[in-house]
């Protein structure tokens, strides 16, 4: 019994001086103890102020400085250097706030707190993994659930996250709240690389191609996507309304309509004498089944009830897959059997991710790319200040809008771009703003233009440009290669979360670099000593 009321005294001596002296750290790092933490609502926090017995500090945070570390430790530093500076600290939460907070009651279950949802977000996008992989990392990686405060101690019970908590929860940002992340993300970085620097820029500006996720889009295949969604919506109805006739068959429907649409690729792709009358022939077998689908889909309409509103969402999803259902159709029977020529505008290159633009950059490889174009815009640091996804326009007509806004920003010495940004227009408002424009011209020049182009700094400068592509690259490395998420809102912030992820990088690369050299400098005064 004795024994017993000693270890319960000790616990609870070891309990306060540890919270004594989490709160001790919380006042040097942070200037404010649990006491004065702001409390976003009952529902969510900023994140977790009364520490747990156990729980491991998020400001010890173990980073690694081996340069062969990977990508995670540099996202790490520079996350654990907002976290504890109130500046950067303050202005993420305010975004974070403002975005998932807005609106909501504060009542209920607590949920996942705000840094740990912009933690996630960025470790997904930095790492270029899935969710499933996320999942892992965020219940096992030590220096990840730490960074997020909720990794314990040897002995202690591990807190673990589900698989679809996390989705929902790092799915709740939007492009909007990332943009202005991204800001907050830049200065940061100017801070930390600009030191007593005078704050000039050097800009450079190149476009790349992200994709989106879809199949290679032929019209016949685009018909047979429209026609199994058709029949995915009945099936939808048939599952809560058993008694809807006329379906009994429906599962033949799905293997006629594959079959044929199959044939129609098989003849399509193999040669030999007849090669245009079997194409011709495996066509209008296919049309003429997707046809009587049509038909069958216009009369069973009225027998599909509207008791509901997943009822009329149901409706809503079959008329939009039916206009597609017809829409391709019409395309198959132009194209093939009448020989007509589909004008581009015309084409649609997905039924799921409608946005999706048919990019050809005149490269060899891949000589066509299906999603959007993405112009970036990087600084001296290789920063990126600037993103804009672009839709359906060239890069001539982006600089307009980038210089508008980034010339009211920031004090620029000099720009870069390749010949795919020149036209007058753009070198005449530029010149305004800008000490050096580096925009070599489309075509032949005339003399003065020759003579700017052979000026010693604007070949020095058009040389530096190159540098962007390694920015794309390592973009490319960061998840902007194609884009796995689905809907054109869940894109735009996929972008946004990748450029953030990219300059949180780059920025703790800098932080570690930094403490290296601060580390070295001390070793070598020590054996001087």
């Avoid at 209920?108 to 930095?126: A, E, T």
């Avoid at 909007?176 to 007593?196: C, P, Q, S, T, Y």
């Avoid at 800009?203 to 879809?214: G, H, I, P």
């Avoid at 992820?501 to 932080?511: K, M, S, T």
């Amino acid at each position: 019994m004795l024994i017993t009321c000693l270890n319960i005294a000790l616990f609870s001596l070891g309990y306060y001086a540890e919270n004594a002296d989490i709160q001790r750290i919380k006042q040097k790092r942070f200037g404010y103890s649990d006491y004065h933490i702001k409390q976003v609502s009952n529902m969510r926090k900023r994140f977790e102020q009364q520490m747990v017995l156990g729980r491991l500090p998020i400001g010890e945070t173990p980073i690694p400085t081996k340069k062969r570390s990977g990508a995670l430790p540099g996202l790490c530093a520079a996350l654990k250097d907002i976290f504890e500076t109130p500046k950067w600290n303050e202005r993420v939460f305010e975004i974070l706030e403002a975005k998932i907070m807005a609106g909501k009651n504060r009542t209920g279950r607590p949920g996942m707190d705000l840094w740990q949802i912009f933690v996630l977000s960025q470790v997904r996008l930095c790492q270029n993994i899935s969710y499933d992989e996320l999942h892992d990392h965020a219940n096992h990686h030590q220096m990840i659930r730490q960074l997020m405060g909720v990794e314990s101690g040897f002995g202690y019970e591990k807190y673990k996250y589900e698989y679809q908590n996390i989705i929902d929860n790092v799915s709740l940002l939007d492009d909007e709240a990332v943009r202005e992340l991204n800001h907050v993300i830049v200065e940061f970085g100017h801070d930390v690389f600009k030191k007593k620097e005078a704050a000039v820029f050097c800009f450079k500006t190149d476009s790349f191609a992200v994709e989106s996720n879809v199949h290679f889009p032929t019209d016949y295949n685009l018909l047979w996507d429209s026609a199994r969604k058709c029949l995915d919506m009945v099936d939808k109805f048939l599952k809560k309304y058993p008694e809807v006739p006329g379906w009994r068959k429906k599962g033949d429907w799905y293997r006629q309509l594959k079959n044929s649409m199959r044939a129609v690729g098989k003849a399509s792709s193999l040669g030999g004498k007849g090669k245009e009358q079997r194409v011709k022939q495996s066509v209008r077998h296919y049309l003429s089944k997707t046809r009587i689908l049509q038909d069958k889909l216009e009369r069973s309409k009225k027998y599909f009830p509207t008791r509901d509103k997943i009822d009329v969402v149901l409706h809503l999803e079959l008329d939009r897959y039916m206009d597609f259902l017809n829409k391709f159709i019409d395309l198959l029977d132009r194209r093939v059997l009448q020989g007509e020529q589909i004008p581009h505008e015309e084409k649609i290159f997905s039924i799921f991710e409608e946005y999706t633009e048919w990019i050809t950059k005149g490269k060899l490889r891949p000589n066509v790319e299906l999603g959007k174009k993405l112009a970036i815009t990087t600084d001296q640091y290789n920063l990126i200040v600037d993103y804009r996804i672009m839709v359906n326009q060239s890069d001539s007509e982006m600089v307009k809008p980038i210089a508008e806004d980034l010339t009211g920003l920031y004090n620029i010495r000099s720009w870069s771009f390749d010949k795919g940004y020149w036209h007058k227009d753009n070198m005449v408002l530029l010149e305004e703003h800008v000490d050096k424009v580096v925009m070599p011209k489309k075509g032949k020049c005339n003399k003065l233009e020759r003579e700017r182009e052979n000026d010693r700094e604007f070949k020095l400068l058009r040389n530096k440009h190159s540098a962007v592509e390694s920015n794309i690259n390592e973009l490319e490395h960061r998840g902007l290669d194609r884009c796995p998420d689905r809907g054109y809102m869940h894109f735009k912030r996929y972008i946004g979360l990748s450029v953030a992820a990219y300059n949180l990088h780059r920025i703790g690369q800098e932080l570690i670099e930094i403490r290296r050299k601060r580390e070295l400098a001390k070793q070598e005064l020590r054996a001087a000593a």
